[in-house]
């Protein structure tokens, strides 16, 4: 890549940290790439026995396309990610003159969010972050623990002072969602709320209450019934 396309390359730094809940940086990387945008993407050491344990696939360095097609779907087009070893400290990430648009850290566990609020910078995600809080980019932060204790609390608070969108990852409801991946598309779909990429992961609240119980019942109304469409010979 020439440095002209370097410079006019600006991604979302996606930091994927050990928490339970991969499906949600599954949803967020999905959804960037459908919307066009570029990615980098960083896969925390925890992150990757987490996602082994979650889908069964291994996530490898030298295997990185193969093994985030495999973990991701729906065939995605890679063309638009970049990958960075976790303890490559030399990744473009890592340094504030590299063009980013900002960063989402999804799933947050309880140490990366304290990591970030001190300035540790222990891996190349806890960098990233620090990084994008210093050079005043958006950076969101999906934290998903709980109970929460006073510590981690108090270190969300203190990354709430220093810009960052504290984000939990608690699915609504009212948006229809019955099934597994369509609560985890809500929360992706708020991530991507709060840094304002545009998606369709989730049916936005209308103002009207049932409304989309409605719009589901109205959908299967209009679904045509199977094996009816007409009468069969004798």
């Not at 490559?88 to 900002?102: E, L, R």
Request: net charge neutral.
């Amino acid at each position: 890549m020439g440095n002209e396309q370097q410079a006019a390359r600006r991604p979302w730094v996606v930091g994927v940290c050990g928490a339970s809940g991969t499906p949600y940086a599954a949803s967020v990387i999905r959804a960037l790439l459908a919307a066009g945008e570029a990615v980098d993407l960083v896969v925390s050491r925890a992150a990757r026995l987490t996602i082994l344990d979650e889908t069964g696939i291994s996530f490898r360095d030298a295997h990185w396309q193969a093994d985030l097609a495999a973990w991701i779907g729906d065939d995605p087009d890679l063309a638009g990610v970049r990958y960075w070893a976790a303890g490559d400290f030399a990744a473009g990430p890592s340094s504030g003159s590299y063009p980013a648009k900002g960063m989402l850290v999804v799933p947050a566990t309880t140490g990366a969010v304290a990591g970030i609020a001190l300035g540790l910078s222990k891996d190349l995600v806890q960098r990233a972050a620090a990084v994008t809080l210093k050079e005043r980019r958006p950076l969101v932060v999906c934290v998903r623990e709980t109970p929460l204790d006073g510590v981690t609390l108090r270190h969300l608070v203190e990354l709430d002072a220093a810009g960052a969108v504290v984000l939990p990852a608690s699915p609504g409801f009212y948006a229809g969602g019955s099934t597994a991946r369509e609560l985890v598309d809500f929360v992706a779909g708020r991530v991507l709320d709060a840094v304002g990429v545009g998606h369709g992961l989730y049916r936005r609240w209308s103002g009207e209450l049932g409304g989309a119980r409605s719009a589901s019942a109205d959908a299967a109304s209009t679904a045509k019934p199977t094996g009816t469409d007409g009468p069969r010979g004798a």
